[in-house]
C-alpha cells in the first residue's frame, strides 16, 4: 500500500528588493511588507506631526519605533489563517468588537432590533477583558428588576403551538402508502 501526500498548500512566491536607495538589504526584503511598512510609517507621521510637532532628539524614537514594531509583528502569517497577515486579523477583530453582531433574521425579512444585537461583552476577543466586563455585570437571571422589552420587538417572545401532536403507528402510515400509491396507478 502506498500512501500518498497532499500538497495543496499554497505556494509563497514573493518579490523580494536586495537594494533600497543605495543600501545592500542582504538576502532581500519582501516588498509587499515594505510598501505596507511605508504606508504605516507615513500614516503614523501625519498623525504625530500636529502633536508632537517636527521630529527632535527626544520624540525621533516616538516617530520611528512604533511603525517599526506595528510592520515587524503584523506582517507576520495570522493565527487562525495561514492565508492572512496578522494585521488582518486585528483588523477584523477590531471591526467585530465596534460593530455589533447583527444577526439575519428571516432570512432578511426584517432588520435586527438593537436588542436583539450581540452585547459588546460578548464580542471582545480578549478574555481578560471580557472577565472585566462580565465581572461588572449582574447576569439578568439575578437581576431584582424586570426588563421591559419593546412590544414591537418578538424577538424572545413566548412560541404558542396550536397544533396536536399525533403519533403514528406502522399501520397507519401503511394505509396512507397504499392511497398514495393507489392514485399513481
Known amino acids: 500500500m502506498r500512501v500518498g501526500r497532499t500538497l495543496t498548500h499554497h505556494f509563497e512566491i514573493e518579490t523580494r528588493q536586495y537594494d533600497l536607495l543605495g543600501i545592500d538589504l542582504g538576502e532581500g526584503a519582501r516588498r509587499r511588507m515594505i510598501i505596507f511598512g511605508a504606508v504605516i510609517v507615513l500614516a503614523w507621521v501625519l498623525l504625530l506631526v500636529p502633536i508632537l510637532g517636527v521630529p527632535g532628539k527626544t520624540t525621533i524614537s516616538f516617530y520611528i519605533v512604533p511603525p517599526f514594531v506595528i510592520t515587524a509583528f503584523g506582517w507576520r502569517p495570522g ?14 477583530a477590531v471591526r467585530y468588537a465596534l460593530r455589533a453582531h447583527r444577526p ?33 455585570v449582574t447576569p439578568e437571571w439575578e437581576r431584582e428588576e424586570v426588563v421591559v422589552h419593546d412590544p414591537r420587538v418578538r424577538a424572545g417572545a413566548d412560541i404558542t403551538v396550536n397544533q396536536r401532536a399525533r403519533l403514528l403507528g406502522t399501520d397507519q402510515l401503511d394505509r396512507v402508502r397504499r392511497r398514495t400509491t393507489g392514485k399513481r396507478h
Open 104 to 136: 439575519i433574521i428571516g432570512l432578511g425579512a426584517r432588520a435586527a432590533d438593537k436588542s436583539e444585537y450581540l452585547p459588546w461583552r460578548e464580542r471582545v476577543a480578549t478574555q481578560k477583558v471580557a472577565n472585566l466586563a462580565k465581572a461588572r
Open 79 to 92: 493565527k487562525f489563517h495561514e492565508r492572512r497577515r496578522r494585521v488582518t486579523e486585528w483588523a477584523l
